[in-house]
Structure formats: structure tokens, C-alpha cells
């Protein structure tokens, strides 16, 4: 057996037995148990990078050897974030938690182990240093969580923390959060609160350039509250769901509803811009 053999076969059999892998100096320290990776991040504010792994999955040794021996990363986990590696054989329950199909499943996650992005496959050196780099603090967050576990269905907490996810770029865990919201008896019984819900879950839908959804949650909007006020600013987040979706005749539809009934609002403008484009 070889010394990187001997090396995993000795990561796989600590991680088995629920041991931190000590880092030498220029190594990343990482944790193999995720309740004890969790109390470090909760103690710092820090999120939590969690790599479900295993020795026969060939990118995961791809990474090993050129991805978190790679000095740029070293520096941002020891400075930004919490190492943790699941050998996937040994993890099946949380490998089921947290939805993993394929090796690597490389999850972002808060300091509680909350999801807020993912990655399956190979992530270069680069890739990875970028988003560690760009997940901004989130004491917010970690705050909404913990009361939300408090009072799961505490309408306020929900509606904060998609708003909170969202402004963070976490577009897709904000989606589940603002869904949650939307069906709350609060936005059940207010028109206007559950369409601005609606508005923002679709424009979140649309920075993640699923134009389908947006439009779908868009058309439901103006459909239970026809005539509001913000009824162009509906309409356009609606024409340019189409367009991504490639329904140019209905983006075309909705940019010209608006220069005809609301010709003299900013979201007029935008769509006479829009239009010109097509």
C-alpha cells in the first residue's frame, strides 16, 4: 500500500470512529462529525463546508490532490469556513438528508447545517476559493434559524429569513422559505402580502434563470389581484420571464400592457427598452 493509499485508508477508518483529522501545518483541518463541526461554527459565526466523499470516487481524489492541497484554499478555510468531509459509505442518513446523489456533494452550509447552496462534481481550486470568499456573514441568518426551530411556523421569521437568503444570493434556499410564507394563514388572509411574497419568490426564480416558475407564480399573482398598484412592476418581472423561457410573443404582450396603461411609470420605460431589444 502506498502512503496516499495508507493515508485515506486512515482518514476512512477515524471518520469511522467519529475523530477529528488533525491538519498538519499548510493543510486544512477538517472535521468528520458534523454535530462537533457544527458547535465549532456556531462558537465562530462561521458556515460550514461539508464534503460527502469516498475513497472510490475518483474526483473526490481529484480534489484531494489538487484542490485542497491548493494554498489559496488552505487560507480561506482556515480564515472563512468549516471543513467537514462525510465518507458517504458511513453518512448514508445524512447523505439522504441532504439529498446526495452523486460524488462529490459538496454542500454550503450555515453553522446549524442549514443548506444554502450546493455543488455535485469536481470544483477546482479557484471555483471553490471564489465562493467561500463571497458568502457574506451570516449571524442573520444563523439567528432566524435557530428561531425557526424554536417556532417553525412563525410568519415572520419565514418571510425574514427568504428575504435575509435572498439578499445573500441564496436564491434557491430563499425559494423554500418564501413558498412556506406564501402559504401561511397571514398571507392566506391578505391579497396584498401574499402577492408581494409571490413577487419576490418569482423574482428570485429569475436570477436563477428559471423563467417557467417566475411566470408561473407571476401569472397566479396578477390572476388573484388584478389592478394593484404594483401591477407593472408584475408585469414586467412577467415579460422578462418570458423571454427567458422563449415566449417572445407573450414578453411582448406584457412589456406593451404596460407602455399602454401605465405609460408614464419607470417600469414603462424599461419595457419600451425591452421591447426594442426582442
Request: net charge positive; glycine share 6%.
Amino acid at each position: 500500500m502506498n502512503v496516499s493509499r495508507l493515508s485515506r485508508s486512515l482518514i476512512v477508518a477515524m471518520a469511522l470512529l467519529g475523530y477529528a483529522v488533525e491538519a498538519r501545518a499548510g493543510e486544512i483541518s477538517w472535521y468528520t462529525d458534523l454535530k462537533t463541526a457544527s458547535a465549532a461554527a456556531q462558537k465562530a459565526n462561521l458556515p460550514m463546508f461539508i464534503d460527502f466523499w469516498a475513497e472510490w470516487c475518483a474526483p473526490c481524489i481529484a480534489m484531494d490532490a489538487h484542490v485542497y492541497t491548493n494554498p489559496n484554499v488552505i487560507a480561506v478555510f482556515k480564515r472563512r469556513i468549516i471543513g467537514v468531509r462525510l465518507h458517504f459509505d458511513m453518512h448514508r442518513e445524512l447523505a439522504r438528508t441532504y439529498n446526495v446523489g452523486a460524488l462529490p456533494h459538496l454542500v454550503f452550509a450555515n453553522s446549524h447545517g442549514m443548506p444554502l447552496v450546493f455543488h455535485r462534481g469536481f470544483l477546482g481550486a479557484g471555483d471553490l476559493t471564489n465562493v467561500v470568499n463571497a458568502i457574506p456573514p451570516i449571524a442573520e441568518i444563523n439567528s432566524l434559524d435557530v428561531r425557526l426551530r424554536q417556532d417553525r411556523n412563525s410568519f415572520a421569521d419565514l418571510l425574514a429569513m427568504a428575504r435575509a437568503l435572498r439578499t445573500a444570493g441564496f436564491f434557491e434556499a430563499g425559494t423554500a422559505y418564501y413558498d412556506r410564507a406564501s402559504r401561511h394563514t397571514r398571507a392566506r388572509t391578505s391579497a396584498e402580502l401574499r402577492q408581494s411574497i409571490l413577487y419576490e419568490m418569482a423574482l428570485s426564480f429569475l436570477e436563477l434563470r428559471d423563467g417557467a416558475r417566475a411566470a408561473a407564480l407571476l401569472e397566479k399573482s396578477l390572476k388573484e389581484r388584478p389592478g394593484s398598484v404594483a401591477e407593472p412592476e408584475f408585469l414586467l418581472a412577467l415579460g422578462r420571464a418570458y423571454v427567458m423561457s422563449g415566449m417572445h410573443a407573450k414578453a411582448r404582450q406584457s412589456f406593451d400592457a404596460i407602455v399602454r396603461y401605465y405609460p408614464q411609470t419607470a417600469a414603462a420605460a424599461k419595457a419600451r427598452v425591452l421591447m426594442n431589444s426582442q
